[in-house]
């Protein structure tokens, strides 16, 4: 199983960006996918899931509005649309994969939300 993010960076507050994980060595389209973040001194977050066919989705409550989570099955891709940033938005973002029991994360993108 490889999990690859993308779409990281600095931005001011308001202002969007897009992240992307690219999924290989498992059958992507049958899994649930979900993006967690983990802030500096602080526990790793759940931030938004996706079912394996993309028709459900659930965010924390933090994000509800502004994050939007979808996924590509034909791509092996997962998406995390973030709107409307804000300074405690920042963090490492991850993708995540429970594979049969087994969690995997990938190596994450970071996040930095500052003026």
């Known amino acids: 199983v490889r999990l690859v993010e993308s779409g990281g960076g600095l931005v001011q507050p308001g202002e969007s960006l897009t992240l992307s994980c690219l999924a290989s060595?498992?059958?992507?389209?049958?899994?649930?996918m979900s993006w967690y973040r983990q802030a500096s001194g602080k526990e790793r977050e759940l931030v938004a899931s996706?079912?394996?066919?993309?028709?459900?989705?659930k965010y924390t409550d933090s994000v509800k509005g502004r994050f939007t989570i979808s996924r590509d099955n034909g791509k092996n891709t997962v998406s995390l649309q973030m709107n409307s940033l804000k300074p405690e938005d920042t963090a490492v973002y991850s993708c995540?994969?429970?594979?049969?029991?087994?969690?995997?994360w990938g190596q994450g993108t970071q996040v930095t939300v500052s003026s």
């Open positions: 995540y994969l429970n594979r049969r029991g087994i969690r995997f």
């Open positions: 060595g498992f059958t992507f389209s049958i899994y649930d």
């Open positions: 996706i079912t394996s066919d993309g028709g459900f989705t």
